[in-house]
């Protein structure tokens, strides 16, 4: 697989990428103007975390009116920022931009860090947008792996945007500006190279893997997941667990950083019967016996604890305050 990144097919990808960025590039985004700083990409890259660009735009610049630099932001509650935010849905996404802020300010004396390691201690950074921010803001040599650029990689490449890639060997091998690359391979992402790709069109057919087999190995590799899937859910429905009458476990959390608990010496989640078991319920069970509004995950485990179907359910609080013991991180089973 190694040896299908060659130095004379990069050169190719970066000159191609270097012409459709000059002529197509998205340069009009707010958030890549030259005046923009670790901040301003810092916002977007959250924002964009699931949302459309073209809805991030106008919350984008709404919101740097209002706070226009990280110190506004550190300072705000979290009823000031909701109304800048709110329709964006996944508020831990919102909550963590506070704690960020709060850290930056605190922890960073107001400064977002250069170092890819250090970006990534912030909450709600990943290695994605650790390496976006380090890329676009500090020039940093960091190429940002989202979905876009691991497609494009994977089909001209290996033929499959399933594939399993050697990313560092290509982030030695480029000689391209990270920066350059990472917008690059966003726009060309987005706009040629889609879940549909329209090869007819692309500059880089000539030499791509997944143009030269007609797209045969990203099928099969995407029968077999499937097939995968259809096992694992027949498994499912053979052993007979009806999983819309398991109770709920509820992790409330703070940014997991801590937990609160339903008994007061040790942690122990929240258990919301079958009648609650949904995100609606479990809303209403914490709004009509806590007073508390709450931002309710979809449920990441299902399995049978002490013999009863179960389900495990993230939430955190919106509003409200509750009189539950806290426990730190890494209190969890
Ligand atoms: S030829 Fe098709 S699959 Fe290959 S990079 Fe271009 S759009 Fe993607």
């Not at 000159?15 to 901040?39: I, K, M, N, Q």
């Not at 990689?153 to 399933?162: L, M, N, T």
């Amino acid at each position: 697989m190694r040896t299908a990144l060659s130095t004379g097919k990069i050169g190719f990808l970066e000159r191609v990428l270097r012409d459709f960025f000059r002529r197509a590039g998205r340069e009009h985004l707010p958030w890549r103007a030259r005046t923009v700083g670790a901040y301003e990409i810092w916002v977007s890259e959250i924002m964009l975390q699931q949302t459309q660009v073209s809805r991030v735009i106008g919350y984008y610049e709404k919101f740097l009116v209002r706070f226009p630099t990280v110190g506004s932001l550190a300072k705000a509650t979290w009823e000031e920022f909701l109304p800048y935010y709110r329709g964006l849905g996944y508020y831990a996404r919102g909550r963590n931009m506070l704690a960020t802020a709060k850290m930056i300010v605190e922890t960073y004396d107001g400064k977002f860090p250069k170092d890819v390691n250090e970006l990534g201690k912030l909450p709600g950074v990943g290695p994605y947008t650790a390496a976006a921010i380090a890329s676009f803001a500090y020039g940093r040599n960091t190429i940002a792996w989202d979905t876009n650029l691991h497609r494009v990689v994977g089909r001209f490449f290996f033929g499959s945007r399933r594939a399993d890639l050697p990313k560092e060997k290509l982030e030695d091998i480029l000689s391209m500006k990270a920066k350059v690359f990472n917008a690059a391979m966003m726009d060309f992402g987005s706009a040629i190279c889609t879940a549909r790709p329209k090869c007819g069109a692309c500059p880089l057919s000539s030499r791509c893997v997944y143009f030269s087999e007609d797209g045969q190995r990203e099928k099969q590799e995407t029968r077999h997941k499937k097939q995968d899937t259809k096992i694992s859910k027949t498994s499912n429905k053979k052993s007979k667990i009806n999983w819309r009458d398991a109770r709920a476990f509820v992790f409330l959390h703070e940014n997991h950083r801590k937990y609160y608990s339903s008994r007061k010496t040790k942690f122990v989640p929240f258990a919301i019967p079958p009648s609650h078991n949904t995100r609606a319920g479990v809303k209403d069970w914490f709004r009509d016996r806590h007073g508390l509004e709450l931002a309710v995950r979809p449920p990441h485990r299902k399995e049978m604890v002490d013999g009863k179907p179960t389900i495990f359910i993230n939430a955190q609080i919106l509003s409200g305050t509750p009189e539950f013991a806290v426990f730190p991180k890494g209190v969890l089973p």
